[in-house]
């Protein structure tokens, strides 16, 4: 917790100086005294009459006018508090706070300091859960009376204690609402109700004997859901002062003890109650009564109500809800605690007296701050004691010990002139008391309210201008430092070139030409600004470092040129503060970063470089911070050994000593390895290769003792690799197998990716190919190349269509005689040859004859025709045969040569379909399967029995026979249609 307050101080010193800096760019742009005060808290306005600088400045900068102002207008904020001595009541110091002529964005620190005090007033109000789930808790509360009152003793000799129950709502569905429920919702019980106070605050030796006589006289009760109505309860106990009997002043402390979850804003609506809880009492007679019209309250009116009022609620609940009770305290900005209760409440007294002390060994600060107003509270815990975890305050306060608090307040803006630019507002101290705090803001300078000092149409303003705290403001189309210029008359822009860049004003992004005059345009950037006659002037056109900053951030920027004397908010610098040279103010003038820290020498030398900006620039072959290394310099120069190593390698086999046969200074060896071991090695320097054998080259170290500079190293042996590093051939198999191998690994991949790709699209189109085929509908119609084969027979003596008619003689013998001849009826049977299907796919049975269908057609006065439908295969329509293709058949005179042409026509034609003589017994023929009669060709009805006959053969004698079969068939005219017609004549 300590570097989060060094943390958050450090934040406000940085705020404090870029608040400081960006002053000097906003400053210089106010017209007027209350708009330069307003700007920003350090900027001040210069009421003289003469002065030709800028007349809004900051106070951290005086050097932009050409003149001293005399007359300056700066407010500056007071803070008045009243400082009242602590004593058995007073724990906070200051009692109030007075803040006058506060700047808008000017901050102001304000010390305060708590002290906790032995005895101070403590009022404990124990609010119950009173469902059925802590039955068992109120008989252990009635068992534990007397060791309650004794902590509160311990803690307070000057204590008070109160009794409340909570339920629920008495409605659905938080309840039963049968008839009696709410009354008795169990044998035992009290009714149902939201709040209920028991108790007044009560103190003294009377107060274990009130409470015990209370809670005797108290029953359990029940609820029908698992949430309780708890926030309603601690609302009503934490408002109703009068009821409750809380005491002023006082440490103020509800004891919620509950095994449930809490309902909150909205879950009234389950039962119809939509109006919101207005957070106000709602007693009457000890009972809250506004339960059924108001909903539950919020957690954030809650904590608004604890704060307001002073409240400290501890919640002790049970193992199960500790962590919902645990997360709600975290939300509370009101102090608070969450304690574990058991199950039965056997432990609640010394949970009481843990968590008080708990609350009066913790301190801290809820500022109630309105909007605009920006309070920020920071602890000053010292000893052991430790920052809470809001950061509000401090735990661990012993009594009588003080806690220290820095509160920074900042009001960001004026409001407008129909407001009161004041503001009245508490710093709670949670159960303890209450710091009032009030702000009154200057938005306005005094010279500008003062209507004397005010010098209307002033003759210093060309009589076109007021002169208001020093300045010209000027009427309507008026403009210029003293009103000389008219928008309608003045548009010259001549006196507002600058002779040497030819520019107006230095550019449309720098100025504009008023009145002959220029106006520099503020960039926008805080901490920049634009100046000078010819607004040529800036703090921020100068040279910049390699990290964009202008002055390289050690120097002051000032009309294009860094002023390396100056920090970079134009501040003069002081002789402990580094100083800086250079054009953009880059170069250190200290040299303390070219000495080295061994030798104490400057860049090791001036033979090995010399210090340029405060880092060493080393000459040729000299390397180094310190320029302390030399590539090639004394006893590491590489180039005095070549021939020693290459005579060392050619000699040296197993004798060490080789290297005295050759022209060496220092021992030199081959490595007992393939190559040296840099790692264990130690000082060493590595020299270029030597060019060998066959392209190889031949590598060497020096390994020497670093004495601190390069005329100080020796040389200690020189160690040659044992392999000459010689450049690794081609493996030729490998590049042609791998470039073979890669070309095959392509080819591979892109067949693979073909198939794939192929493979998907035909799928594609043969699903496309699907859809299509089930969606299609062939149309049907004629085979061009088919000829209707139907041939038709017409009997020339019938007058009517081609038939043949029997009728029996008008002498036969009665019915009686005759059993198996139809008495007094006539037939007639129309034949015809027509095709069974198109496209000349006759059945096999149709194609011995020239009979392929055949029509029957009963005449007139026939016998009832009973029909069944018989599917069939459909053929297509075949149109009726034309006129043209008829003949006649000349049938036989008498009855024994039409049977023998029955006869003959049978024996050639299908056993399917038959025709029986009517001669059968009943004079009717057995059922036949027919062909289907078309509704559209509807077949010659039979004459009327009795109707004369007057064909030729009216004369022929009755002949008994024997019953023939005849196929009979014929094509529904109706297209689609087909089937056989099944008929009892």
């Excluded at 009173?130 to 309650?148: G, H, P, Q, R």
């Excluded at 710091?435 to 000092?453: Q, R, V, Y």
């Excluded at 393939?674 to 060493?684: C, I, Q, S």
Aim: hydrophobic fraction near 30%; include cysteine.
């Amino acid at each position: 917790m300590g570097w989060c307050r060094i943390l958050t101080a450090l934040l406000l010193i940085l705020q404090i100086a870029l608040n400081y800096g960006a002053s000097t760019g906003q400053c210089s742009g106010a017209k007027t005294c209350s708009e330069c005060i307003k700007t920003h808290f350090t900027c001040k306005w210069c009421r003289d009459e003469i002065y030709d600088a800028s007349r809004c400045q900051s106070d951290l900068n005086q050097e932009l006018g050409s003149s001293e102002c005399e007359n300056w207008t700066f407010p500056k904020s007071v803070i008045e508090p009243d400082e009242t001595e602590f004593g058995p009541i007073i724990q906070v110091k200051p009692s109030a706070i007075k803040i006058t002529n506060l700047r808008p964005g000017e901050e102001r620190n304000i010390s305060v300091t708590v002290k906790s005090s032995k005895d101070y007033p403590l009022d404990v109000y124990y609010l119950m859960d009173f469902s059925y789930s802590m039955k068992e808790d109120l008989t252990k509360l009635k068992e534990l009376t007397s060791n309650i009152i004794d902590n509160l003793k311990d803690i307070s000799s000057n204590y008070s204690i109160g009794f409340g129950t909570f339920v629920d709502k008495p409605i659905s569905p938080y309840a039963k609402t049968e008839p009696g429920q709410i009354e008795k919702p169990c044998e035992l019980c009290q009714a149902v109700h939201s709040f209920n106070h028991e108790m007044s605050m009560t103190s003294g030796d009377g107060a274990t004997e009130a409470l015990k006589s209370r809670l005797s006289s108290l029953s359990i009760s029940s609820n029908v859901d698992n949430p309780e109505g708890g926030f309603e309860a601690i609302v009503q106990a934490a408002v109703c002062s009068d009821d409750i009997g809380w005491r002023d002043p006082a440490r103020k402390v509800i004891f919620f003890a509950t095994d449930a979850v809490f309902h909150v804003a909205g879950d009234g609506k389950l039962a119809g109650i939509v109006e919101p809880n207005e957070g106000t009492c709602g007693m009457s007679n000890n009972k809250y009564t506004r339960s059924l019209n108001q909903d539950y309250p919020s957690i954030g009116q809650l904590n608004d109500v604890l704060i307001k009022n002073q409240v400290i609620p501890i919640f002790a609940v049970t193992a199960q809800m500790q962590n919902v009770y645990q997360e709600l305290s975290e939300h509370l900005t009101q102090l608070s605690s969450v304690g574990k209760l058991s199950d039965n409440s056997d432990d609640v007294a010394n949970l009481i007296k843990d968590q008080l002390e708990s609350i009066v060994s913790s301190t801290q600060l809820n500022p109630q701050a309105p909007p605009g107003v920006t309070v920020t509270v920071i602890p000053k815990c010292a000893g052991a004691q430790t920052e809470m975890v809001n950061g509000q305050g401090c735990s661990n306060v012993t009594i009588d010990e003080e806690v220290s608090f820095s509160i920074v307040v900042k009001v960001a803006e004026c409001l407008s002139e129909e407001e009161a630019n004041s503001y009245n507002f508490n710093i709670e101290v949670p159960g303890i008391a209450t710091i009032p705090i009030s702000i009154d803001m200057i938005c306005e300078c005094p010279c500008e309210k003062d209507e004397d000092n005010i010098d209307k149409g002033s003759d210093k303003c060309n009589s076109a201008g007021d002169l208001i705290c020093g300045a010209c403001q000027c009427h309507a189309e008026s403009y210029g430092k003293n009103c000389e210029c008219n928008q309608t008359k003045d548009k010259s822009k001549d006196k507002c070139i600058n002779p040497v860049s030819g520019a107006i004003c230095g550019g449309d992004n720098n100025g504009k030409c008023i009145c002959g005059q220029c106006e520099c345009i503020q960039p926008s950037r805080d901490n920049y600004q634009r100046w000078g006659e010819f607004c040529e002037c800036s703090n921020y056109e100068c040279p910049r470092n390699e990290d964009n900053q202008i002055c390289s951030n050690n120097g002051y920027c000032f009309c294009g040129d860094c002023d390396c004397n100056k920090t970079a908010n134009g501040t003069p610098k002081q002789t402990t503060d580094p100083q800086f040279t250079g054009k953009d103010c880059g170069c250190p003038v200290s040299k303390e970063g070219c000495i080295h820290p061994e030798t104490g020498i400057e860049c090791s030398g001036s033979t090995n470089g010399e210090c340029v900006c405060g880092e060493c620039q080393c000459k040729p072959d000299h390397y180094g911070k310190y320029c302390d290394i030399c590539q090639n310099c004394g006893p590491l120069n590489c180039t005095l050994y070549l021939d020693c190593v290459e005579c060392v390698y050619e000699k040296f086999d197993d004798d060490k000593e080789a290297w005295r046969n050759c022209e060496c200074d220092k021992s030199t060896v081959l490595s007992s390895d393939e190559t040296v071991d840099t790692t264990k090695l130690g000082r060493h320097k590595q020299c270029e290769p030597i060019p060998y054998d066959d392209n190889c080259n031949l590598i060497y170290f020096l390994h020497y003792t670093d004495m601190g500079t390069t005329k100080q190293r020796i040389l200690d042996e020189i160690l040659i690799d044992r392999e000459l590093d010689c450049p690794s051939q081609p493996d030729i198999i490998a590049i042609v197998a791998g470039v073979i191998g890669g070309i095959l690994a392509v080819g591979i991949l892109l067949l693979i990716l073909w198939k794939i790709y192929t493979t998907i699209v035909d799928k594609r189109e043969y699903t496309k190919f699907l859809e299509e085929r089930s969606k299609a509908k062939w149309n049907t119609d004629n085979n061009p190349l088919y000829k209707n084969p139907v041939t038709h027979f017409q009997n020339p003596l019938s007058s009517r269509s081609p038939s043949f008619v029997y009728k029996e003689p008008a002498n036969s013998p009665p019915p009686s005689s005759h059993p198996t001849s139809p008495t007094n009826s006539d037939t007639a049977f129309d034949f015809s040859r027509t095709s069974s299907s198109t496209n000349n796919q006759l059945p096999r049975r149709y194609n011995t004859g020239d009979f392929n269908d055949h029509k029957v057609s009963p005449v007139k006065n026939a016998a009832p025709v009973e029909e069944k439908i018989i599917n069939s295969p459909k053929p297509p329509p075949v149109e009726s045969p034309p006129d043209d293709i008829s003949t006649s058949i000349d049938i036989a005179s008498n009855i024994g040569e039409f049977d023998d042409i029955l006869g003959d026509i049978q024996s050639t034609l299908s056993r399917d379909t038959i025709i029986t003589n009517p001669s059968v017994a009943g004079g009717r023929l057995p059922p036949h399967p027919l062909p289907y009669s078309s509704p559209h060709r509807a077949s010659p009805a039979l004459p009327p029995r009795g109707t004369p006959d007057v064909s030729p053969r009216a004369a022929l004698p009755p002949r008994a026979h024997t019953p023939h079969t005849l196929p009979l068939r014929r094509r529904d005219s109706r297209e689609g249609q087909d089937g056989y017609l099944e008929s009892n004549l």
